[in-house]
């Protein structure tokens, strides 16, 4: 591989890592808060909102309705008002991130939903605030879930980010287009869909990893 | 000593019905309609003295859980009131709720631990989210530890321990807040007999420790016994009867406290029941009574002298006395040969503590 091609490559996967832990530090942060929202605003949860709920509820809906490529375009003038560009790896961040906002909630949301009831009671009949149960009690319960979802995340980012090429925004997904697609050079498609794999991989058992780490349920 | 036996439904209320001023918690006119009708209490009315250790019992749906819960308002009564030292608990705001929920203890059927802590964080946590500062925290934590036997566990997560041990840490957890009342829905129901004799126990000794007053609820009529100082029949809703544990199982006046309590009983045994008859067989043969005391006249104890007068080869063939609260009480099955019977029991015994129950032929 001569250094050039090597520096292709170093710069692509450099750009994949900065565009999917961005956009995953970005979408994991709101969407837990949204999850939380839509969790504690529900009928019969600790803040009851029932039209609230339902309006968060049908705004999330729509972004996981919108398939990404579609997004990103749809997305452009939004894009260009927050990073003041509609090309680079800024600008994938902010249609990556929104499009991850919303599957990330609703990950999360399940997580939460999952946390026994009977928890919740006993720590009302402890005397606990509403928000201390929420932070003391739902978050926890929910952390191997929560994990495992932002492994769920990771790897669909590092996807979603092959086809942030489309502004410019590089990576190793745009690599392999632009060499492997358009100019048959199948040897450099070969190669980044070995990285990918090994990343994808690495990720995967990283977070198996985690999940266990922090579940103290068996 | 005749009187032993005699079943006179005298009306002694040895200890009276808590009166206002020492009842700890009132209930007073209690009803709850669940969202989509369901009648779960139709308006109650009774007190739970204080320093005692009060029983609820009744079928499942009953409307058991309810009744505890309104007293920490987990579930909000839809009329009526339910007095807390006087104190109406459906008015407080919510930090006042707050503020009375931690006089309150609880406990669960299923512990409801928190999972992702250990079991000192599990116990520690109320008062850590009571601001309460964190050596008080640790301080009361160990003292909490060493009360229900776990210090070896402090640091282990409940997925670790056994059922017995699970339910040590939800009584530790729920008294750290110092609470006057301890409330349990059928916090012994998922533990093995061994691990429910010995939170029983812990019960027991809590309870005379920390002079706090405990309502629980229980499928298990043997808790009752074991532990409670009052029982209160529920039914559909509404109480059945309720008074001292001695007086309620023996003599139950409900039909559901009958239905309740008949495992206790020492009911006739199948094989004795296919082989009884009628009518006395021609050549004498055996009546077989039923013996019922209910600690009521005697309760100190049942006269061996009496059974032995009913005639010189009486038989005991079933049956059994226990003692609560100070009172010998149970049922006995005697055969008994139908020619002493005659001139024998009719004298002796009163036909409310006693009934022929058949006869048989041969001896048994
Ligand atoms: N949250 C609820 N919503 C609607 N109905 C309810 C609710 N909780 C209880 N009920 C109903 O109220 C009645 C009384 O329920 P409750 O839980 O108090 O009974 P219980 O005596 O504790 O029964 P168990 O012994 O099975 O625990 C039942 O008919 C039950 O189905
Ligand atoms: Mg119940």
């Known amino acids: ?218 | 000593m005749v009187r032993e036996f005699a079943a006179v439904p005298a009306v002694v209320d040895e200890i009276p019905e808590a009166a206002p001023a020492e009842a700890h918690v009132v209930f007073d006119g209690v009803g709850k309609t669940y969202a989509g009708g369901v009648r779960a209490l139709n308006g109650v009315s009774f007190g739970i003295r204080r320093g005692g250790v009060f029983g609820i019992i009744g079928r499942s749906g009953a409307g058991k859980s309810t009744l505890l819960r309104a007293i920490n308002m987990l579930e909000r009564p839809t009329e009526g009131r339910v007095l807390v030292d006087g104190v109406d608990v459906a008015r407080l705001s919510e930090a006042d709720l707050m503020r009375l929920r931690r006089r309150i203890g609880m406990i669960f059927q299923h512990f409801n631990l928190l999972a992702a802590k250990t079991v000192r964080e599990n116990i520690g946590l109320p008062l850590k989210v009571a601001g309460v500062p964190a050596a008080e925290v640790r301080r009361r934590v160990e003292a909490l530890l060493d009360l229900v036997g776990l210090s070896d566990k402090a640091d282990v997560y409940p997925a670790k321990l056994s059922g017995g041990q699970k339910q040590r840490v939800g009584i530790a957890r729920a008294l750290v807040h110092d609470p006057e009342i301890l409330l349990c829905d059928e916090a012994t129901s998922a533990l093995d007999p061994e691990s429910t004799a010995s939170i029983l126990a812990l019960l027991r000794d809590i309870n005379a420790k920390l002079g706090l007053t405990v309502v629980l609820i229980t499928h298990d009529m043997a808790v009752i016994r074991a532990i409670c100082d009052e029982v209160l029949v529920l039914d559909g809703g509404d109480i059945v009867e309720q008074g001292p544990v001695w007086k309620v199982f023996g003599d139950p006046k409900g039909n559901a406290t009958r239905a309740l309590l008949s495992p206790l009983r020492h009911g006739l045994p199948a094989d004795l029941a296919a082989r009884l008859q009628p009518e006395p067989p021609p050549h004498g043969g055996h009546a077989v009574l039923a013996l019922r005391f209910t600690g009521e006249s005697h309760p100190d104890g049942v006269s061996l002298a009496n059974l032995l007068a009913l005639a010189p080869d009486a038989k005991l063939l079933h049956g059994g006395v226990d003692r609560i609260q100070g009172h010998a009480q149970g049922d006995l099955i005697v055969s008994v040969p139908v020619a002493a019977m005659r001139s024998a029991v009719g004298a002796r015994f009163s036909p409310d503590s006693l009934k022929v129950l058949g006869y048989v032929a041969h001896d048994v």
Not at chain 1, 39 to 66: C, D, H, M, Q, W
Not at chain 1, 114 to 127: F, K, Q, R, T
């Open chain 1, 1 to 218: 591989m001569s250094p050039t091609m090597f520096d292709r490559y170093l710069r692509a996967f450099s750009e994949t890592l900065t565009m999917v832990s961005i956009s995953v530090a970005i979408s994991i942060f709101i969407g837990l808060v949204l999850a939380v929202t839509l969790v504690a605003t529900a009928p019969g949860g600790l803040y009851p909102r029932p039209r609230f709920n339902k309006a968060v509820s049908v705004v999330v809906n729509v972004f996981r309705a919108i398939p990404f490529i579609i997004l990103l375009v749809a997305l452009l003038p939004f894009t260009r008002l927050i990073v003041g560009t509609t090309l680079g790896t800024w600008a994938a961040i902010v249609p990556l991130s929104i499009h991850l906002i919303a599957f990330y909630t609703r990950i999360a949301q399940v997580s939460l939903n999952e946390v026994d009831h009977g928890l919740i009671e006993a720590a009302h009949a402890m005397g606990f605030r509403r928000w201390h149960i929420v932070r003391h009690v739902m978050l926890p319960e929910a952390l191997p879930g929560i994990v495992g979802g932002m492994t769920v995340c990771v790897i669909a980012m590092i996807n979603s980010s092959a086809m942030a090429g489309a502004v410019g925004a590089g990576g190793l997904g745009d690599l392999a287009i632009r060499y492997g697609y358009e100019r048959y050079e199948t040897e450099v498609l070969f190669q980044i869909i070995v990285i990918l794999v090994a990343l994808v991989t690495t990720v995967q058992f990283g977070g198996e990893w985690l999940s266990r780490r922090v579940d103290h349920r068996r």
